[in-house]
């Protein structure tokens, strides 16, 4: 059984040895940037998740090894095009893709990116490789269709929770979900406890992501390692926003969408305010609340998992982890 | 066995099929374009050659139709985001779609396009699947490193006619030659067979390209359906402009370059005293002899094929009608 920190650096020394290899391919300008990409670093967690669920079943980890990196490399590829439609300048404290190379070139290495993932994936060598690949593709489109939602919302105010969690669910939730399952499938797992893991996936990423929302807001910068009020300043259609919008009394209201809707404010004072406002309404505890009940939930479906206990303690801590963001 | 009208018919219901089920997902901003992009037309050419392929084999078609319809949409998706790499306004006489949606839409449907080509390609039951899998995947690679190359050619005048045709390999042949041996597995050929068919579909793509080449310099307008002489407004470094670059004497030469770098011109003016140096220097016959070489190569290659004469037929038919654009 191997640990939650051995399995990151079994990833660490795979993802050195690919991007060695790529860095010899031609054209240049296509490699290049998925080089670059692959070495901005991130916390490997869903190679990780799917060597950490092969591992409940299976020792020999290095079978998984391949498919955890198309995965790492496809959740890259969505970063990439992302920051393209976000015009985001800056990913890890480094410039992003389009802005350090061309947007034409972002797209097109994206693309690489996207077809690199399931090169990877479809080395592996196993008798459930076609369940595997059918996740992966069905799992790929539905975080197309999550990004979709969520540029969606962007003209929208009248966003529900509901349709908030189903594009949180796409967005980022199924991938960690798909992870958890890869692993299961390339161990030869039964039916139901692949299903199980992936369950599992959907209730802890729905938990990473909430938090991640709430952290943008009451975080503390630095441990967060982005600017505090991201969200607000852009108007973003978080579960925050959502839940102040629905609760919010008539004075809140009128004051939430002044805010909202002035084009010409001081950042600070923006961020100010409208935090003042969410505590008014106790938006926070609101989110707390739906973290926790999505993240005991993720533990209750381990707990039916039927693999003895002491196997699932690093998938527990590195839950645990996940959603006190510690690394 | 089917003629090729018969297996075009088949495509173009299955896609009719297709894009009504798409019509019907959400978000519907996220699968709008793609049915849109499906819908445009096109020769269907690469499905069609799936299925000639597995013809030669197999009387079941329906089988390969699944993946005939994955490359068919792989190719659309390539159509789709060079067209915003290109800047391009039209296709087909109708707006691209980073023009009629947006630039973001066209991308992120794009990628959605990628994933579901492997999903319909992965949706095949046959014992060579994971085979077909690697083959598109390596494929798909390929045509990306050929994008790119056509890319970095845009800013040299020192384009070999070697680089050229490894990137005309790379951006259209291996796609056409990828088909066919995807119809050559999932009919179970021998390996021999079905690398034949991948070599077959090399030299035929080869091919191919020259002649759509050719055609945007000399050809006629109305058979052709797009405008004469885009490449040479463009500077494209194609077979004609290297191969004249290459065998122009002094004189040529600084004619070519004069029109190479003006900068202010009348477009027909330009296509016209280009045309008359490629005249002069008799670029027209290179070309020509060079389309010829590969089209003869590929019967040549589809020749030594052991299945019985009758059964190349259409295919046989099928080249000679890509190479002469009657369709």
Known sequence: MFTFEELLEKINTEIQKRTQELRKKEPLR?????????????????????????????????????????????????????????KADVRRNRPTVHKKFSENGAILSGDAMAFLAYEYLLEIESARITDVARLFSKTALEVCEGQQLDMDFETRLDVTEEEYLEMIRLKTA??????????????????????????????????????????????????????????????????????????????QSERLHYWINKEDFIPEQKVKEVIAIYN????????????????????????????????????????????????
């Not at 993720?298 to 039916?304: G, K, N, P, V």
Request: aromatic share 8%.
């Open 174 to 251: 199924v991938l960690l979900a798909c992870s958890l399952k890869t692993g299961a499938l390339l161990a030869d797992a039964p039916e139901e406890m692949a299903k199980k893991l992936y369950d599992f996936g959907i209730n802890l990423g729905l938990a990473f992501q909430l938090q991640d929302d709430m952290l943008d807001t009451f975080g503390n910068q630095e441990t967060f390692g982005k600017k505090i009020g991201g969200d607000i300043l852009a108007n973003k259609k978080t579960f925050l926003l959502i839940k102040a919008i629905e609760m919010a009394n008539s004075e």
């Open 30 to 86: 296509l490699y290049e940037p998925v080089d670059y990409t692959l070495e901005m670093g991130g916390k490997r967690l869903r190679p990780v998740l799917v060597l950490l669920s092969y591992n409940l079943f299976s020792e020999d980890v290095s079978k998984a090894i391949p498919a955890a990196l198309g995965i790492e490399v496809f959740h890259n590829f969505t970063l990439l095009h992302d920051d393209i439609m976000d």
């Open 280 to 327: 008014q309404i106790g938006v926070q505890q609101q989110i707390r609340k739906k973290i926790d009940s999505f993240y005991l939930h993720s533990l209750e479906i381990l707990d039916e998992l039927k693999v003895s206990e002491d196997l699932k303690n690093p998938l527990k801590s590195l839950s645990n982890k996940m959603l006190q963001r510690v690394f």
